[in-house]
């Protein structure tokens, strides 16, 4: 399906997927994966899709930054990665 023609969450999974693939082309060619900056990557992506890129973030062995307003939606990450937030101009590990 034309990517015009997809839901916002199926156009931001179409993006992802091509983030993910240039950095496994990545690693492939230079031998390490890219240091990933996703910002806001989990919006708009229902659980499903939520979970599914988490795995394979993992599975990268790449340095990856998420960021998000919202924590709730990356509580499927507990245990796997460290979370902060920034709070009247200070980092603040959870």
């Given at each position: 399906?034309?990517?015009?023609?997809?839901?916002?969450?199926?156009?931001?999974?179409?993006?992802?997927?091509?983030?993910?693939?240039?950095?496994?082309?990545?690693?492939s060619v230079f031998g390490a994966?890219?240091?990933?900056?996703?910002?806001?990557?989990?919006a708009h992506?229902?659980?499903e899709?939520?979970?599914s890129l988490f795995d394979e973030l993992a599975t990268?062995?790449?340095?990856?930054?998420l960021t998000g307003t919202d924590r709730l939606l990356f509580d499927d990450l507990d245990g796997r990665a460290r979370a902060y937030r920034v709070e009247?101009?200070?980092v603040i590990e959870e």
């Open positions: 399906m034309p990517a015009a023609l997809c839901s916002t969450g199926e156009q931001k999974a179409l993006l992802i997927g091509i983030t993910l693939a240039s950095a496994r082309i990545t690693e994966a890219p240091l990933l900056l996703l910002d806001e990557v989990v992506l229902d659980s899709r939520r979970l990268l062995g790449a340095q990856v930054w009247n101009n200070n």
